[in-house]
């Protein structure tokens, strides 16, 4: 049974720093796709950033040279080091692990730049929200 247990969210100023954390059990992050998704009240769900298993990257527009996604192979745990934060940044912020890329929209399937990815396997989220 796969569980992915998100940490390190919290209330920060506009222009602070976070770094969440997802411990993983029942998959190896190493071996497969793995992501942060997030949702803001009122909105689509949509991907943040996701690591392959080959340690390539990708971010959304919004977030590309503020967020960094990371992963630690020795404790099975992925990260998403959050700076220069702005109140759009507040939402719910979900590990996900498996995560398939599509060329096209479709059920389930959740933008990050210019593909739709779906995962298999969601953390409960951990909220952050941003204040001026």
């Known amino acids: 049974q796969v569980q992915l247990v998100e940490s390190g969210g919290g209330s920060v100023q506009s222009g602070g720093s976070l770094r969440l954390s997802c411990a993983a059990s029942?998959?190896?992050?190493?071996?497969?796709?793995m992501g942060w998704f997030r949702q803001a009240p009122g909105k689509e769900r949509e991907g943040v950033a996701r690591?392959?298993?080959?340690?390539?990257?990708t971010y959304a527009d919004s977030v590309a040279g503020r967020f960094t996604i990371s992963r630690d192979d020795a404790k099975n745990t992925l990260y998403l080091q959050i700076n220069s934060l702005k109140l759009e940044d507040t939402a719910m912020y979900y590990c996900?692990?498996?995560?398939?890329?599509?060329?096209?929209?479709?059920?389930?399937?959740?933008?990050?730049?210019?593909?739709?990815?779906?995962?298999?396997?969601w953390g409960q989220g951990t909220q952050v929200t941003v204040s001026s």
């Open positions: 029942g998959i190896t992050v190493r071996y497969v796709s």
């Open positions: 996900a692990a498996d995560v398939v890329r599509y060329s096209s929209p479709g059920l389930d399937r959740y933008s990050m730049g210019d593909a739709y990815y779906t995962p298999a396997h």
């Open positions: 690591i392959r298993s080959s340690g390539s990257t």
